[in-house]
Nanobody, 121 residues
Framework: QVQLVESGGGLAQAGGSLRLSCAPS????????MAWYRQAPGKQRELVAT???????NYADSVKGRFTISRDNVKNTVYLQMNSLKPEDTAVYYC???????????????WGQGTQVTVSS
């Protein structure tokens, strides 16, 4: 079974930086779009950033200019570089990928377990 594994979360000071990583733990044939979501306490899950297979990116207005999503198509790894962190960035961050286990299999949306990011003032 393919599982996504996030890493890089932790505690940061306001104005600091963190880099999140996400990669499948099992074999996978291909991955199309990849994305980062986050969910803060008492709020709905929010789409933070997306990246297509040809590296077209989009960002939520709240993180534009501060966060950068990137991917390594050889390693099937997606990253989220978070700079100029603010306390309101505190949330559990989730990785998402749409891909195929095999060429002939249907596309499936895979999720990671989430990694906690806490930003103090």
């Amino acid at each position: 079974q393919v599982q996504l594994v996030e890493s890089g979360g932790g505690l940061a000071q306001a104005g600091g930086s963190l880099r999140l990583s996400c990669a499948p733990s099992g074999s996978i044939f291909s991955i199309n779009a990849m994305a980062w979501y986050r969910q803060a306490p008492g709020k709905q899950r929010e789409l933070v950033a997306t990246i297509t297979s040809d590296r077209i990116t989009n960002y939520a207005d709240s993180v534009k200019g501060r966060f950068t999503i990137s991917r390594d198509n050889v390693k099937n790894t997606v990253y989220l570089q978070m700079n100029s962190l603010k306390p309101e960035d505190t949330a559990v961050y989730y990785c998402n990928a749409v891909g195929k286990r095999y060429l002939t299999s249907p596309s499936y949306s895979y999720w990671g377990q989430g990694t906690q990011v806490t930003v103090s003032s």
